[in-house]
């Protein structure tokens, strides 16, 4: 986490790199109040169906993914987004290279 990246303009893309077999993240923001996280998975990588107390908010800057919430799949590329809401489960994989910066809301 850099306190000088909010000041900086640039391509959400760039800040992660693709790693072979793996999922990559940086976290750009962390507070009491929520996080936002830029992730990049690999080709068949995923985050396994966990549930979280949290609202979070996924915004897809490249690739191809499937986001499973509360059991029901939902295919999304470059530019689309999906809201999952807290106590309800999901997962995440990617059905090809994909990066995406995910938003975490802990208050309210």
């Known amino acids: 986490m850099q ?3 909010a000041a900086e303009v640039g391509p959400l893309s760039s800040l ?7 999922v990559v993240s ?11 996280t830029v992730f ?3 080709r068949g990588q995923e985050l396994s169906e966990h549930t ?10 490249d690739g191809k993914a499937e986001i499973t919430v509360s059991g029901a799949p939902h295919r999304l590329t470059q530019g689309d987004a999906i809201l999952m ?13 994909f ?8 208050a309210g």
């Open 52 to 61: 979280v107390p949290h609202d979070a908010f996924v915004y897809v800057i």
């Open 16 to 22: 992660v790199d693709y790693q072979d077999g793996a």
């Open 40 to 42: 990049a998975f690999d």
């Open 3 to 5: 306190d000088d990246l």
């Open 85 to 97: 809401p807290g106590n309800r489960p999901h997962a995440v994989k990617a059905v090809g290279r």
């Open 99 to 106: 990066k995406m910066v995910l938003s975490m809301i802990r």
């Open 26 to 36: 940086r976290t750009l923001l962390k507070k009491s109040t929520g996080s936002v």
